[in-house]
């Protein structure tokens, strides 16, 4: 299986303060059809994980132009330039290039 | 709207067995695939498997952690999937989502709530 792996672990950040977040994959995740199919998932305490970007980069609605997301092959990043308190919880990739799909294991984000 | 109600969760023995299904409803269940992944404090979020639409012949595919022992199964005329669990081992206490994904459409990203599995003895 593909090992897709994030850090750091854990972050605590203030209001306003930006934040990155890497996320390194085993293998390529260009895939035959030119997709990079990279997306990064936010779930809030007792939640269920919620989709922000999708395609490395591409925005879901709703979700704030704060949060950015770069990178190819196998370096990405998540990219929040100012941090909101609705930010808490944890920031997760995951491939679906490879199957089976596989996540990071997870950044969780606190605020000062 | 996208609904994925997940149920049948619980506490089970060791080498028991567990049927999960999922109830789903705001969009066209007959063509999409269907999926499920787990969350555990221990293994982190794990797709387990996917069970494709009808013109797809339905196939399936499972992760190698669960392959033998978890079956995904769907009836298009209830809206509903399952997650038929066999063998069950204390690793596979977790919680429990059916999901829905299009990799490259905007917005086609859904999870249930979650049925929690707890197997002990």
């Known amino acids: 299986d593909v090992v897709v792996t994030q850090s750091p672990l854990s972050l605590t950040l203030t209001v306003g303060q930006p934040a990155s977040i890497s996320c390194k994959s085993s293998?390529?995740?260009?895939?035959?059809?030119?997709?990079?199919?990279l997306n990064w998932y936010h779930q809030r305490p007792g939640q269920s994980p919620r989709r922000l970007l999708y395609?490395?980069?591409d925005r879901d609605s709703g979700v704030p132009d704060r949060f950015t997301g770069s990178g190819s092959e196998t370096d990405f990043t998540l990219t929040i330039s100012r941090v909101e308190a609705g930010d808490v919880g944890v920031f997760y990739c995951?491939?679906?290039?490879?199957?089976?799909?596989?996540f990071g294991q997870g950044t969780k984000v606190e605020i000062k | 709207e996208v609904k994925l109600v997940e149920s049948g969760g619980g506490l089970v023995q060791p080498g028991g067995s567990l049927k999960l299904s999922c109830a789903a409803s705001?969009?066209?269940?007959?063509?999409?695939?269907v999926h499920w992944v787990r969350q555990s404090s221990g293994r982190g979020l794990e797709w387990l498997g996917r069970?494709?639409?009808?013109?797809?012949?339905?196939?399936?595919d499972y992760a190698t952690s669960v392959k033998g022992r978890f079956t995904i199964s769907r009836d298009d005329s209830k809206n509903m999937a399952y997650l038929q669990m066999n063998g069950l081992r204390t690793e596979d206490t977790a919680i429990y989502y059916c999901?829905?994904?299009?990799?490259?459409?905007?917005?086609?990203?859904?999870w249930g709530q979650g049925t929690l599995v707890t197997v002990s003895s």
């Open positions: 395609l490395v980069s």
């Open positions: 069970m494709r639409s009808k013109p797809h012949n339905y196939a399936t």
């Open positions: 995951m491939q679906g290039t490879h199957w089976p799909w596989t």
């Open positions: 999901t829905r994904h299009a990799l490259a459409v905007v917005d086609f990203d859904d």
């Open positions: 705001g969009f066209t269940f007959s063509g999409s695939a």
């Open positions: 293998e390529s995740l260009a895939y035959s059809d030119g997709n990079t199919y």
